[in-house]
């Protein structure tokens, strides 16, 4: 993909310190929506290992010689034009989400997480969280290769923000606790088959965006790293089985299913994985 715009101002730079310091400690109970959670990782003392109520030293804007730095924020631009449109379209006023670049650790308002979580999505402050080195993991270990795979990273995460916002992600919350362990994690999946259908939604409507241009080959790029991240093929790899009671995030057919859908329709009413029987 190419993108002519001058990034989004909603980028905070976390890496090596420097900069003003922001609290984020708090709100510890609300819940983290992690990508990195399903990579087959022992995470145990993942979250919550740095100290609760801490700051993290962050900068506004990214430097002009980080090509990867720069490449996000602008991603994180078109999905903020994107969704700005759709809001408009619902009679609603998007608020725009912060993205943290941070390495190794961070500090967030749902806890503490290192980087070994990969991208998350923190609702408690409205900010999308990740370490840059994930992508050369997405690359080397799932075999997701390419710019227009990072970005679905990225449109991804967002997406639970606009779910977040449409009170979407209530459901899950409100079903924490109450229904067994197999029927929330089918309500995870879709939760997060919707988060792919939102991604797909922004690739079809930045196509319209002036300063957006889809290269040949992204949406297979896009498709490639949700198919590599599908839970089915991910337990595979780890323990050489698949148990679908146990799935978060989705298979890699589901994944891919519902990033195309998004994108072929660029229709909020199509993504409802809640009520649908094509799960």
Sequence with gaps: MQWFGKGSNNVEDGRGGGGGKTAL???????????????????????????????????QGVPANDAQAQFVSGVLESTEQVWDKEFEAMGK???????????????????????????????GDHKVYIDLTFYDELKNRFGAAGDFAQAYVIAHEVGHHVQ???????????????????????????????????????????????????????????????????????????????????????????????????FQTGDMTKGDTFNSNEL
Aim: charged share 20%.
């Design 25 to 59: 400690g708090g709100g510890i109970g609300i819940i983290i929506v992690v990508l990195g959670l399903i990579f087959g990782k022992d995470l145990t003392g993942v979250v919550s290992q740095l100290p609760q109520g801490g700051t993290t030293e962050v900068k």
């Design 93 to 123: 006023t998007y608020e725009h989400p912060k993205m943290v670049l941070f390495s190794d650790g961070v500090q967030t308002a749902c806890g503490s997480a290192s980087a070994a979580v990969g991208p998350f999505y923190c609702p």
């Design 164 to 262: 977040n916002l449409l009170g979407i992600s209530d459901k899950l919350q409100e079903a924490r606790g109450r229904v067994s362990e197999k029927e929330y994690n089918r309500l995870s999946v879709k939760l997060e088959l919707q988060a792919d259908f939102f991604a797909g939604l922004w690739a079809h409507n930045a196509q319209n965006l002036k300063d957006f241009k889809l290269d040949e080959g992204d949406i297979e790029e896009a498709l490639t790293a949700a198919n590599a991240i599908g839970d089915d093929k991910l337990q595979k790899q780890a323990t050489g089985e698949v148990t679908p009671d146990s799935f978060t995030h989705g298979s890699s057919q589901q994944r891919m299913y519902w990033f195309k859908k998004g």
